[in-house]
Nanobody, 121 residues
Framework: QVRLVESGGGLVQPGGSLRLSCAAS????????MAWYRQAPGKQRELVAG???????NYADSVNVRFTISRDDAKKTVYLQMNSLKPEDTAVYYC???????????????WGQGTQVTVSS
């Protein structure tokens, strides 16, 4: 079984920072592309940032410059550093990873359970 567990969410004032983590565990050969999505109340889930296995990154226009995605393959963990947070960043943040499973070596997408980020004064 494979699990993705997010942590680091919470309540922060506008202009503040948070760092989200998402750790993968289980029968894993490696993680390929990893990404963070978010879903605000009444809105569709949207891509926030993604990172490939080689370290190439992409960001939504709304978070570019303010957010940074990174990964630690030894820890099978992806991070999202969020700076200069705005009220419109309030959402449930989900991580997604393409996992190459053992012993089959099949690639399967997994999602975490989500972590709430609230930006409010």
């Amino acid at each position: 079984q494979v699990r993705l567990v997010e942590s680091g969410g919470g309540l922060v004032q506008p202009g503040g920072s948070l760092r989200l983590s998402c750790a993968a565990s289980g029968s894993i050969f490696r993680a390929n592309a990893m990404a963070w999505y978010r879903q605000a109340p009444g809105k569709q889930r949207e891509l926030v940032a993604g990172i490939t296995s080689s370290g190439s990154t992409n960001y939504a226009d709304s978070v570019n410059v303010r957010f940074t995605i990174s990964r630690d393959d030894a820890k099978k963990t992806v991070y999202l550093q969020m700076n200069s947070l705005k009220p419109e960043d309030t959402a449930v943040y989900y991580c997604k990873a393409e996992i190459v499973r053992l012993p089959s070596f099949r690639s399967i997408d997994y999602w975490g359970q989500g972590t709430q980020v609230t930006v409010s004064s």
